[in-house]
């Protein structure tokens, strides 16, 4: 059993695993300067949201609601990534932020990170806005009250960029658990930001759809992610 296991978690882990930790061996905190920018912006965010002067400019630049014009929220999006939700611990923004955005900056880059999470994020955003044209009655839908809630915060993106950087690496039962995860916290609360988590993995199941139609075209017997054979690069 137990050499089953670790032959399991060699296939499922083996190659991220050695991808993350030779970029931290040679390169130390240097491998993340996106990561780092990201965890002191969320910071700085938090810092200031907090102060009686800073709370509405942070709200200008970077709280998104359903009610706001599409223009507007596409405008605050960006920055809405690293704006924590005011009613959660900032430390466990700032650990995901750290974690996840770290492990795929080193992983996949850090522009194909920032696109990833953007795309997750942008997922989100956008299906709040149909969930409640849908309305309250259907499975996928949203009352009408979710219009006025403050949509900010990594989840969206930290949840899109798991799956995506499992599905690269050919970590497959990990990015299943993930979505599974994200399902079950829907069936115990089915809020705004559980479903908004589930469109942000939709978000990037259709990136990831098309990147492999378009590597099954082009592959030519070079082999793929999760392979025996395929040995990950680092991405600078």
């Given at each position: 059993?137990?050499?089953?296991?670790?032959?399991?978690?060699?296939?499922?882990?083996?190659?991220?695993?050695?991808?993350?930790?030779?970029?931290?061996?040679?390169?130390?905190?240097?491998?993340?300067p996106m990561t780092l920018t990201a965890v002191c912006l969320t910071a700085l965010c938090q810092l200031v949201q907090n102060q009686?002067?800073?709370?509405?400019?942070?709200?200008?630049?970077?709280?998104?609601?359903?009610?706001?014009?599409?223009?507007?929220?596409?405008?605050?999006?960006?920055?809405?990534?690293?704006?924590?939700?005011?009613?959660?611990?900032?430390?466990?923004?700032?650990?995901?932020?750290?974690?996840?955005?770290?492990?795929?900056?080193?992983?996949?880059?850090?522009?194909?990170?920032?696109?990833?999470?953007?795309?997750?994020?942008?997922?989100?955003?956008?299906?709040?806005r149909v969930g409640i044209a849908l309305g309250p009655d259907g499975p996928f839908g949203l009352p009408a009250s979710d219009a006025?809630?403050?949509?900010?915060?990594?989840?969206?993106?930290?949840?899109?960029?798991?799956?995506?950087?499992?599905?690269?690496?050919?970590?497959?039962?990990?990015?299943?658990?993930?979505?599974?995860?994200?399902?079950?916290?829907?069936?115990?609360?089915?809020?705004?930001?559980?479903?908004?988590?589930?469109?942000?993995?939709?978000?990037?199941?259709?990136?990831?759809?098309?990147?492999?139609?378009?590597?099954?075209?082009?592959?030519g017997g070079v082999p793929r992610p999760g392979t025996r054979s395929w040995k990950p690069p680092i991405k600078s």
């Amino acid at each position: 059993m137990s050499g089953t296991l670790k032959e399991f978690a060699r296939r499922e882990w083996g190659p991220l695993f050695s991808t993350v930790r030779t970029a931290l061996a040679t390169r130390g905190w240097r491998a993340v300067p996106m990561t780092l920018t990201a965890v002191c912006l969320t910071a700085l965010c938090q810092l200031v949201q907090n102060q009686d002067w800073g709370y509405q400019p942070v709200q200008d630049l970077g709280s998104v609601r359903a009610e706001d014009p599409l223009w507007l929220a596409l405008l605050r999006t960006p920055l809405s990534l690293f704006v924590p939700a005011l009613d959660l611990p900032v430390w466990g923004a700032l650990a995901q932020v750290l974690l996840v955005f770290g492990i795929a900056e080193i992983c996949i880059g850090r522009w194909r990170t920032l696109a990833v999470a953007y795309l997750a994020t942008l997922g989100g955003t956008l299906y709040a806005r149909v969930g409640i044209a849908l309305g309250p009655d259907g499975p996928f839908g949203l009352p009408a009250s979710d219009a006025q809630v403050v949509d900010t915060g990594p989840s969206a993106a930290v949840v899109g960029l798991a799956v995506y950087v499992c599905w690269r690496y050919g970590a497959r039962w990990t990015a299943g658990l993930v979505v599974l995860a994200m399902v079950v916290e829907v069936v115990i609360k089915p809020n705004l930001a559980g479903k908004e988590h589930l469109a942000a993995i939709a978000s990037v199941l259709v990136l990831i759809a098309v990147r492999a139609w378009r590597e099954r075209r082009q592959e030519g017997g070079v082999p793929r992610p999760g392979t025996r054979s395929w040995k990950p690069p680092i991405k600078s």
